[in-house]
C-alpha cells in the first residue's frame, strides 16, 4: 500500500567513525533483521543467528573499551545504534540493550583480571548475557530479593528463583544479583554465573502480548556453585552495582522506543500518503496532518532527550534524573505514537498484514522494563524534592 519509502533519520554524529558505524548498522537492519520480523515474531523464534552476526562485527561491546573487545563508542552513538535495530525489529534492540546491561557490571566494577579474562567473550566472542535482578515477588522492590549465595569454601552456592529474564534460557551468562548479608540493599552481592553451571535452569518462556521473539522465563538456581573469582566487587556491593546498570540500561530502552516509534510513524506516513479517499491521498486531511506532527514532534523530543542524558553520561557527570526522565518520556512516547498509527491505518492498522499493530503491542512493554514509568517519576521526584519522608 505505501508508495513513500521513509526517509533515514537525519543524525548528528560526532565523527566519521560512528557515521560509518550507523550506515553499517542500517545496512545489516535492512538486509538481516527487518524483512523477517514479522514472521519470525509471529512464529516466536529468537534471531540467535542475528546476534551472533553483531557479536561477529563488534554491534555487541559497543560502549565498552577496546582492550577488552568493546569498540570505544560513546553512549550517544551507541544508543543511535540501538535506535536503528529496533526501529527493524524490537526482540534485536531490546536484546543488544539487554547483552550491554548484562556486561556491565564486570566491565565497570570487576578487577583487570576478571575483564581480561571473561570480557572478550563477552562482548565480541559470541556469547551473549541476561541481567538477573527480579524475582517473583520482588520486582520493584528489587532491594527485598530473597534468592541467597552461601560462601563454601573458594565457591558461592546460589539457590534461588529470578523472574522476567529477558534471554532466560538462551543466555550464555547471567549477571545475578544474590543476598550474601543482611536483609535490604547492603546485603547483596553481584556475580558473573555461566548457563550450563549445574543446578541452573530456566523455566518454560512466558507467553506475552508482544516480542514473542524474545524469550522471556524464570532463571532457577538450585545449589549453583560459582567461584569466589566470579563475584563481581566487593560483598554487599551488588545492589549499588545493580542501579548504576539500570541508570545506563534506562538509556538502552529509551532508544528502543523511539526506534519503534519512529518505524511506526514512518508505516503511518507511507500508508497516509499512498491510501485515497474522496479521490484524494488521506494525507491531505488536516485532522490526520495533525496527529502525524504531533508524532513526528513527541520522537523528535524524546530522541533529543535521550541523547543529552547520554552526553551527560560521556562527560562523566550524574544523568540518573535524565535517564528516568528519557525512559518515563521516550516509552509514554512509543506508545501514544503506536496507538495513533494504528487510528491512521484503520481497519487495516488491526489486521496482521501491517506491521503497526505489533509495533503497538512491542511499545507497551517499554513502559514496564527496567523500572516501571511510574517508578521513573519516584526517582525524578526524589532528585528535584529529596527522599519521601517516612
Not at 530479593?145 to 534461588?160: F, H, I, M, N, S
Not at 499512498?274 to 502525524?292: C, K
Request: a negative charge; hydrophobic letters at 40%.
Amino acid at each position: 500500500m505505501p508508495d513513500r519509502a521513509p526517509q533515514p533519520v537525519d543524525r548528528h554524529l560526532p565523527t566519521d567513525e560512528a557515521r560509518d558505524l550507523i550506515s553499517l548498522v542500517r545496512d545489516i537492519a535492512q538486509r538481516e533483521i527487518a524483512p523477517k520480523a514479522a514472521e519470525e515474531e509471529d512464529a516466536g523464534h529468537f534471531p540467535r543467528e542475528v546476534f551472533t552476526l553483531l557479536s561477529r562485527t563488534g554491534l555487541l561491546g559497543l560502549p565498552y573499551d577496546s582492550e577488552n573487545g568493546g569498540a570505544d563508542q560513546p553512549y550517544e552513538v551507541y544508543l543511535q545504534v540501538l535506535e536503528e535495530l529496533a526501529a527493524a525489529r524490537l526482540t534485536v534492540g531490546l536484546g543488544v540493550s539487554v547483552h550491554t546491561l548484562a556486561s556491565y557490571a564486570l566491565a565497570t566494577y570487576g578487577t583487570k583480571a576478571q575483564q581480561a579474562e571473561h570480557l572478550p567473550a563477552m562482548l565480541g566472542g559470541g556469547l551473549l548475557g541476561a541481567y538477573c535482578l527480579s524475582e517473583p515477588s520482588s520486582g520493584s522492590d528489587a532491594a527485598s530479593l530473597r534468592t541467597r549465595a552461601v560462601r563454601d569454601g573458594g565457591d558461592w552456592v546460589v539457590t534461588g528463583t529470578k523472574a522476567w529474564i529477558t534471554h532466560g534460557g538462551v543466555a550464555d551468562f547471567y549477571t545475578v544479583m544474590a543476598r550474601t548479608g543482611e536483609e535490604g540493599p547492603r546485603g547483596i552481592t553481584a556475580f558473573l554465573v555461566r548457563a550450563d553451571a549445574e543446578g541452573l535452569s530456566a523455566a518454560v518462556p512466558e507467553r506475552k502480548m508482544g516480542m514473542k521473539g524474545s524469550p522471556t522465563a524464570q532463571v532457577h538456581f538450585d545449589g549453583v556453585r560459582v567461584p569466589d573469582e566470579r563475584r563481581i566487587g566487593e560483598e554487599g556491593q551488588g545492589f549499588a552495582i545493580a542501579l548504576s546498570a539500570l541508570d545506563s540500561g534506562r538509556l538502552g530502552i529509551a532508544a528502543c522506543a523511539i526506534g519503534v516509534a519512529q518505524a511506526a510513524l514512518d508505516e503511518a506516513v507511507g500508508y497516509a500518503t499512498g491510501r485515497r479517499q474522496f479521490g484524494r491521498p488521506i494525507a491531505d486531511f488536516q485532522g490526520l496532518r495533525f496527529m502525524l506532527a504531533d508524532m513526528a514532534t513527541q520522537i523528535e523530543a524524546g530522541r533529543a532527550l535521550y541523547l543529552a542524558a547520554a552526553r551527560l553520561r560521556d562527560a562523566g557527570r550524574p544523568f540518573a534524573k535524565q535517564a528516568a526522565m528519557a525512559k518515563l518520556h521516550c516509552t509514554d512516547t512509543a506508545m501514544k505514537v503506536t496507538t495513533d498509527a494504528v487510528q491512521v491505518l484503520g481497519g487495516y492498522g488491526y489486521t496482521a498484514d501491517f506491521p503497526a499493530e505489533r509495533y503497538m503491542r512491542e511499545a507497551k512493554v517499554l513502559q514496564i522494563v527496567e523500572g516501571t514509568n511510574q517508578i521513573q517519576r519516584m526517582v525524578i521526584a526524589r532528585h528535584l524534592a529529596g527522599p519521601e519522608t517516612r
